[in-house]
C-alpha cells in the first residue's frame, strides 16, 4: 500500500526567507509543499532599521530583485537578501498570501507565533465543507539565514516523521514530544478543519 504525500504548507511573515528555506527543503526531499506569507506586505530591510523596504505580495521576487540592485547593491548582497531572492526566484515567481489560497493541506507549518495566530484566525473565519483536519504546527524561528535553516531542518524531520505515522492524528502529540526532546524547541499545535 503507497502512502499518499503530505500536503504541506509553511507560513512565514512575507512569504520570502523562512517560508521559501523550508519550501526548498521540502520540495528537494519530494514533499508537495506550497509557502506563503501571512502579512499585508512583504517587508524587507531597509537603509535604516525602522524603514523597511515594502512590497505588495504581487511584486515578483525578479522585479524586487533589480530594484535592491538598483537602491544598494553593495548592501543587499552582503546582508544576504539578494541571494535570498535568487534562491526564491528558482522556486516561484513571486510571494503569495496565505489568506488568498484556498487550496487544502495535510500540515500548515508556521514560523512565529503571530504567524500561527494568524493562520489559525484564518482558517477560523473560512466555511467549513469537508470537515477534512489540517494540523497546524509553529516551529519559531528568528527571520535571519542561520535560524531559517536549523528551523526548516525540523519542519523536514516533522513532514518524514508524520509520512510515515500510520495514524498521523494518533501520532502527532507523541511524535511533536519526541521531536521537541531532540531539539530542545518546543511546538504549538491544533487542529482545524476544512
Known amino acids: ?15 520570502m526567507n523562512r517560508s521559501m528555506e523550508a519550501h526548498s527543503i521540502l520540495r528537494k526531499k519530494g514533499f508537495s509543499v ?41 548592501r543587499y548582497t552582503s546582508n544576504g537578501i539578494l541571494h535570498i531572492l535568487g534562491r526564491n526566484e528558482r522556486i516561484k515567481p513571486r510571494p503569495e498570501r496565505f489568506q488568498e489560497c484556498r487550496d487544502r493541506f495535510d500540515v500548515i507549518f508556521t514560523c512565529e507565533e503571530s504567524v500561527y495566530d494568524r493562520v489559525i484566525e484564518e482558517l477560523w473565519v ?4 469537508t470537515c477534512q483536519p489540517v494540523y497546524v504546527i ?29 495514524d498521523m492524528e494518533g501520532s502527532l502529540v ?10 530542545g524547541r518546543s511546538f504549538l499545535h491544533t487542529v482545524c478543519f476544512y
Open 174 to 183: 507523541e511524535l511533536l514530544l519526541a521531536v521537541e526532546r531532540k531539539t
Open 126 to 129: 473560512r466555511e467549513q465543507e
Open 34 to 74: 506550497r509557502s506563503f506569507g501571512a502579512g499585508s506586505r512583504v517587508r524587507l530591510p531597509g537603509t535604516a532599521r525602522n524603514l523597511p523596504v515594502v512590497y505588495d505580495f504581487s511584486t515578483t521576487y525578479e522585479q524586487m530583485h533589480k530594484d535592491l540592485v538598483r537602491i544598494d547593491r553593495e
Open 1 to 15: 500500500m503507497s502512502v499518499s504525500p503530505l500536503k504541506v504548507a509553511v507560513v512565514c511573515m512575507s512569504n
Open 138 to 166: 509553529n516551529v519559531n524561528m528568528d527571520d535571519n539565514t542561520e535560524d531559517a535553516t536549523l528551523g526548516s531542518l525540523i519542519i523536514c524531520e516533522l513532514c518524514e516523521r508524520l509520512q510515515q505515522a500510520e
